[in-house]
């Protein structure tokens, strides 16, 4: 079965940075697209971040782009993101999903950020 | 970048009756090139993640009963849930997938009256 396993979400200051790591497992890592996703309290999803198989197209949502960055790593089967300059409104949920092309046909359980002095 | 609009917020209907919850995006998300809709439904329940139910407008995904349908094309798409049963209570998102950024629908919460 499919498994992605989010780690590295925590308490955060503001102006604070965190890098969150996605473990995936049971799938040809290197097949598919990875992206970010994450959810205030009480509201939808926002997708974050997009990565290619290969690492060589990246893309973002304007709110984090400069102040996030997507990686990967094959070997490992994992991906990861970099967050800097972290804001109070940046305290969510934070997923890892697979993509089918850019469909996010599955999701990992999530690792909580928040963002606090 | 598409603005996906839901409607209604919330619906409240019978155990074994319909639900219909419509979604709008701002551009048509039809890949010409495919003639495929890249619009996707997800199921959400308190404590989980997103579940992918029906991709391509109204392709349903694996495992996912045959209750739920989508349909629609180009700009307006429709979830159908059919014979509501308990399990369906949950909050539900339209998402497109055309392009970057990939945005999703506010949701539309369904509870049983």
């Given at each position: 079965e499919v498994q992605l396993v989010e780690s590295g979400g925590g308490l955060v200051q503001p102006g604070g940075s965190l890098r969150l790591s996605c473990a995936a497992s049971a799938f040809t890592f290197s097949d598919h697209w990875m992206s970010w996703v994450r959810q205030a309290p009480g509201k939808g999803p926002e997708w974050l971040a997009i990565i290619k198989q290969d690492g060589s197209e990246r893309y973002y949502v304007d709110s984090v782009e400069g102040r996030f960055t997507i990686s990967r790593d094959n070997t490992r089967n994992s991906v990861s993101l970099q967050m800097n300059n972290l804001r109070a409104d940046d305290t969510a949920i934070y997923y890892c999903a697979r993509g089918s092309g850019w469909l996010l046909d599955r999701w990992g359980q999530g690792t909580q950020v928040t963002v606090s002095s | 970048e598409i603005v996906m609009t839901q409607f209604p917020d919330s619906l409240s209907v019978s155990l074994g009756e319909r639900a219909t919850i419509n979604c709008k995006s701002s551009q048509s998300v039809l890949?010409?090139?495919?003639?495929?809709?890249?619009?996707?439904?997800?199921?959400?329940?308190?404590?989980?993640?997103?579940?992918?139910?029906?991709?391509?407008?109204?392709?349903?995904?694996?495992?996912?009963?045959?209750?739920?349908?989508?349909?629609?094309?180009?700009?307006?798409?429709?979830?159908?849930?059919?014979?509501?049963?308990?399990?369906?209570?949950?909050?539900?998102?339209?998402?497109?997938?055309?392009?970057?950024?990939?945005?999703?629908?506010?949701?539309?919460?369904?509870?049983?009256?």
């Open positions: - | 890949d010409t090139s495919y003639m495929k809709n890249d619009l996707a439904w997800y199921q959400q329940k308190p404590g989980q993640p997103p579940k992918v139910l029906v991709y391509g407008a109204f392709t349903r995904e694996s495992g996912v009963p045959d209750r739920f349908s989508g349909s629609g094309s180009g700009t307006d798409f429709t979830l159908t849930i059919s014979n509501l049963q308990p399990e369906d209570v949950a909050i539900y998102y339209c998402q497109q997938y055309y392009n970057s950024p990939l945005t999703f629908g506010g949701g539309t919460r369904v509870e049983i009256k």
